[in-house]
């Protein structure tokens, strides 16, 4: 169904107060065309473009999990979902991915559910629970010897990401309009922000020189990429992730760009910024994500706090 036959089929919806025979019967509706309806519904939303690649990437590999591809949506189950969350972990994805697939997948059932009045199978289901091994953080030392091991082209890289704490999408779209050199401070907008939450991130010193150098040494117009490979070509998340892993490998660590985000955190809370502080500059939707993560280092400082308290 095309765009403007949906607008049309929405108006008549609402002229005549009813619901058009046909349309909504789940019984009739497999889990592919559910998926490509709702899809479709999506790419109209605020969302970035990497959000939509998300979704579009978690859904299909969802539905390679399900005994057949054309199942009904009234036969979905809950079965078919934990199945698909296995094969996740089978294929040894993080936690914190396997969660963010399954919220997709959430989204979509509760979706099915009102739309098609059909049951949620994924009312039941919880987050599965993080595991140690998963929290792996980057000491002084480490970084300090990554800088030394790694390809010198990609030592600029490796600083800004440490310095910042950006996401690797952000980095890869960056542009040089959203630096401010005057104010010091990094725009970053909606379009490339996650969850479209723009915000604007002061740079220090070294994140100020990486940008400094790169502009002395190759002429830039405002809207050109900061970050790019050679020929000026676009610098993407898989390349990026593929040269700082390859530094990390040197280290006999593995890792990658969100390794240095967690380098970033960790740094600035071990020297006394207060946590909400430092949601606010790595761009969290909340300060619970915050603390989520670095738990650890919250709970280590109480009795620094309570030092405070004598007399």
């Given at each position: 169904m095309r765009r403007s036959q949906k607008v049309k089929f929405r108006e008549s919806f609402r002229k005549e107060g009813r619901r058009p025979q046909g349309i909504y019967d789940g019984t009739?509706?497999?889990?592919?065309?559910?998926?490509?309806?709702?899809?479709?519904?999506?790419?109209?939303?605020?969302?970035?473009?990497?959000?939509?690649?998300?979704?579009?990437?978690?859904?299909?590999s969802f539905v390679k999990t399900l005994p057949d591809g054309a199942l009904f949506i009234v036969d979905l189950t809950c079965d078919h979902v934990e199945n698909y969350l296995d094969e996740l972990q089978k294929s040894n994805y993080k936690v914190a991915t396997i969660n963010s697939y399954l919220k997709i997948v959430k989204v979509f059932c509760k979706w099915l559910a009102k739309r098609y009045k059909v049951p949620d199978p994924t009312q039941t289901l919880a987050n599965l629970k993080p595991r140690r091994?998963?929290?792996?953080?980057?000491?002084?030392?480490?970084?300090?010897?990554?800088?030394?091991?790694?390809?010198?082209?990609?030592?600029?890289?490796?600083?800004?990401?440490?310095?910042?704490?950006?996401?690797?999408?952000?980095?890869?779209g960056l542009r040089w309009s959203m630096y401010n050199p005057d104010d010091k401070t990094l725009h970053i907008p909606a379009s490339i922000a996650k969850?479209?939450?723009?915000?604007?991130?002061g740079l220090n010193k070294t994140a100020r020189a990486v940008l400094n150098n790169i502009r002395k040494h190759r002429s830039s117009l405002p809207g050109d990429l900061v970050f790019t490979v050679k020929n000026r070509k676009p610098l993407n998340r898989k390349l990026l992730h593929k040269k700082v892993s390859k530094g990390f490998k040197h280290l006999g660590l593995s890792g990658g760009p969100h390794l240095l985000r967690h380098y970033c955190a960790t740094e600035l809370l071990r020297a006394g910024v207060p946590i909400i502080k430092v949601s606010k500059f790595l761009g969290h939707a909340d300060i619970a994500t915050t603390q989520r993560h670095y738990e650890h280092l919250v709970v280590s400082d109480f009795a620094h706090i309570a030092e405070a308290l004598d007399v």
């Open positions: 009739k509706k497999t889990v592919v065309e559910a998926i490509e309806d709702w899809l479709q519904l999506y790419e109209h939303q605020r969302f970035s473009g990497q959000t939509h690649e998300a979704y579009k990437y978690c859904m299909k091994s998963d929290r792996r953080f980057l000491s002084r030392e480490e970084y300090i010897r990554l800088l030394t091991v790694c390809d010198e082209r990609i030592v600029p890289w490796i600083k800004f990401l440490a310095v910042t704490g950006v996401r690797a999408s952000v980095f890869c969850g479209c939450r723009a915000r604007t991130i």
